[in-house]
């Protein structure tokens, strides 16, 4: 069993960062593929950026990549997700979640662990 705890979210104006952490328990860690996914009010949950058990494997959507990175420490049990140059269009409910599969993409479906969300409301 794996818990996530997202933190980081907020209300900024467009064109600002922001980096969201993802906290998990366990031990086992390093052996999840991990993803950042968000829903905007009135639309389904997205997928936003994965990392996997190998950090050279990291898949974007177009909506973010180029403005985006997620990184991992297993040291500290934590994924990162920093986003810059926001746009009132990433305004949403971002989601962490964690993966048994080593490179778990895009599907949300292949993730078996989720946080509870931080949510992002960038103003224009």
């Known amino acids: 069993q794996v818990q996530l705890v997202e933190s980081g979210g907020g209300l900024v104006q467009t064109g600002d960062s922001l980096r969201l952490s993802c906290a998990a328990s366990?031990?086992?860690?390093?052996?999840?593929?991990m993803g950042w996914f968000r829903q905007a009010p009135g639309k389904e949950r997205e997928f936003v950026a994965a990392?996997?058990?190998?950090?050279?494997?990291?898949p974007y959507a177009d909506s973010v990549k180029g403005r985006s990175t997620i990184s991992r420490d297993n040291d500290k049990n934590t994924v990162y997700l920093q986003m810059n140059s926001l746009k009132p269009e990433d305004t949403a409910v971002y989601f962490c979640?964690?993966?048994?599969?080593?490179?778990?993409?895009?599907?949300?479906?292949?993730?078996?662990?989720w946080g509870q969300g931080t949510q992002i409301t960038v103003s224009s």
């Open positions: 979640a964690a993966s048994s599969l080593p490179f778990p993409g895009r599907d949300a479906g292949r993730y078996d662990y």
């Open positions: 366990g031990r086992t860690f390093s052996t999840y593929g």
């Open positions: 990392i996997g058990r190998s950090a050279a494997y990291t």
